[in-house]
């Protein structure tokens, strides 16, 4: 493939642009309040429902099956359809519930518990399937740079919700009445428009199969300079996604400098959207000024049996010797074998090894107990007599947009460099600031707040984005779709056993005939069991490390030996 070719770059915006709108499960705090009062929950009800929509990636290994056996268009959109229907009738039930007087046995059947823990648990369902589609595209086309791709990409996810609060605050202003309930219809449309979109932007990935093997290819002596063009495809885009993080901050900490003129907010936010198409552009336009390295054909020949590369131009196979298996290896450029996974095992497989279970547990004790504590913040807040919930909260998603896009910039300067830990050294120090941040939020002082906050936020974006090339590289890409969503159902697990710890904690501590808790007694035996068990969860992140560093340093030999030849 040329160095030219800009259907790759295109196919990484189509993923920034979904994974902008399809973090829909993050708008729930901004109506929970009104669908409470609107379908009479109880607060009880209304936790179990933040909970159903966790619950849907107890089923998201659905989508990694389904993205073997269908192609990928009919996975994305069956993704959509299924989170178009699920909030489409929740607007429905809310929006009737406000403006009939006697509902009919529909609307009252739409209003009912039951339908409504099932529809928000499809809503969960069908983020999977989406994400399913993203990752398989990024990891496809760049397999050597999976961490910074993957990294950029998700970063937009932490977005969603200041995405759909600029349009609801610009285009719903004036029907007050009716604002709340409107981010439950652009729920439904904006993930369902996007990914139709997709399907022109990624046409090219959706042309195969995504669990056949690409065609062969070569790597000529031209790789260098394709690759160099790679490198600066993705300085651009951590300059624009840099700015647009920086703009998403700014405008939330101080909204009335960025209202220069009617609906400039989202004048400003969709620009920055579009931004990201600057990529394929300049990709293509500066092909035709290094055309003449596509007709090199010296150098070696590298079969293409397992992943391409489509984002560069090069072609690689990423298959590697699995352990007492006797799987071969590929010739890479300095004549060695080219060691990008540990092994290419299914579900069954990988369910049997060490690592699998050293690996989850570390995710299940460390940013899982971090999703969780920052599900909670606003109750923490209010509990520790925090009233400015919306910058502590504005605090916490910048700092998980960031730390997302983390291991992307680290990756991106320093992938070739022997003083760059590995992915699962990365994982241990990560953790660890996690356990201390939940310690520290046993001090009762509002700085220790905000700092823990940061940290948590920071540290578990980061491990989130890490975690997708950690799956690929210990348990390979042929089965990468089924296998990380494998990994991800300890989030709802968790979700429900640290949330009903933090429930019952703060119930217990209630005073009788009190409907809040208010005092550093409200969390605190909470906060010490969190901080016990990842204590645990970095000594585990620790065994992990020291049973995979090998594997990892013959990888990054490997890796600087194809890359240098």
């Known amino acids: 493939m040329s160095s ?7 196919s990484l915006v189509a993923v920034i642009w979904l994974q902008a709108v399809i973090g829909t499960n993050t708008n729930f705090a901004a109506y929970s309040s009104q669908l409470k009062q609107y379908l009479s929950l109880s607060q009880l009800q209304l936790n179990s429902l933040a909970f159903a929509s966790d619950a849907g990636k107890l089923f998201g290994w659905v989508s990694g099956v389904a993205a073997a ?3 990928l268009w009919l996975v994305l959109m069956i993704g959509s359809s299924l ?3 699920s909030y489409g009738l929740q607007f429905l039930s809310v929006a009737n519930a406000t403006t009939a007087a006697s509902p009919s046995k529909t609307t009252s059947f739409l209003r009912s518990y039951p339908v409504m823990f099932l529809l928000n648990t499809l809503a969960g369902n069908s983020i999977c399937w989406v994400n399913t589609v993203c990752y398989i595209v990024v990891t496809r086309n760049f397999p050597l740079d999976q961490q910074v791709a993957v990294g950029i990409t998700t970063s937009y996810q932490g977005l969603t919700m200041k995405i759909y609060a600029v349009v609801v605050d610009e285009l719903f202003a004036s029907w007050s009445s009716a604002a709340d309930r409107s981010y439950l219809l652009l729920d439904a449309l904006f993930p369902l428009l996007v990914s139709a979109l997709s399907l022109v932007l990624m046409a090219s990935d959706f042309s195969a199969s995504s669990s056949s093997p690409p065609p062969s290819g070569k790597a000529g002596s031209g790789g260098e300079v394709v690759q160099r063009c790679r490198r600066n495809g993705f300085l651009l885009l ?3 996604t840099t700015v647009t993080g920086v703009y998403a901050v700014l405008s939330s900490v101080s909204a009335r400098l960025w209202s220069l003129f009617r609906y400039s907010g989202m004048v400003f936010t969709f620009g920055l959207l579009l931004a990201p198409l600057a990529v394929p552009a300049t990709v293509y336009l500066k092909g035709k000024f290094v055309a003449w390295f596509q007709s090199s054909s010296g150098g070696y020949d590298v079969d293409l049996e397992e992943v391409k590369m489509n984002g560069g131009g090069e072609s690689v196979v990423v298959t590697s010797k699995v352990e007492g298996k006797g799987v071969d290896h590929e010739e890479g450029g300095g004549g060695g074998p080219l060691l990008l996974v540990k092994e290419e095992v299914g579900v069954k497989e990988m369910v049997q090894r060490t690592e699998f279970w050293l690996y989850v547990f570390v995710y299940f004790l460390g940013p899982t107990i971090g999703i969780v504590y920052l599900n909670n913040l606003g109750q923490i807040a209010e ?3 925090c009233y400015q919930t919306s910058s502590l909260v504005s605090l916490s998603s910048s700092f998980t947009f960031f730390g997302r896009l983390l291991p992307s910039l680290l990756d991106y300067f320093f992938s070739r460099s022997k003083y760059l830990p590995p992915r699962p050294a990365l994982l241990l120090l990560l953790t660890a600031p996690i356990t201390a941040a939940l310690f520290l939020l046993l001090n009762s002082s509002h700085a220790a707040l905000y700092t823990s906050t940061a940290v948590i936020g920071i540290c578990t974006g980061a491990i989130t984005s890490i975690a997708v090339s950690i799956t690929s590289e210990l348990f390979g ?3 990468f779709a089924v296998n990380h969503n494998v990994v991800v159902a300890n989030i709802p697990v968790g979700s429900f056993c640290f949330g009903y710890l933090a429930a ?10 009190e409907s809040k808790c208010m005092g550093m007694s409200c969390y605190r035996r909470t906060f010490l069991v969190w901080g016990q068990l990842s204590c645990f969860g970095v000594v585990l992140a620790f065994l992990l490390y020291n049973r995979t560093r090998v594997f990892y340093g013959k990888r990054l030999k490997a890796l600087n030996s194809f890359l240098n030849h």
Request: proline share 9%.
């Open 383 to 385: 509990s520790r007599r």
């Open 477 to 479: 890409s042929r089965n």
């Open 504 to 513: 019952q904690v703060y119930e217990s501590e209630t005073l009788a005939g």
């Open 83 to 85: 989170g178009f229907v």
């Open 69 to 71: 056996h269908i192609p």
């Open 238 to 240: 951590f300059v624009i």
């Open 4 to 10: 030219s070719n800009p259907l790759p770059w295109l």
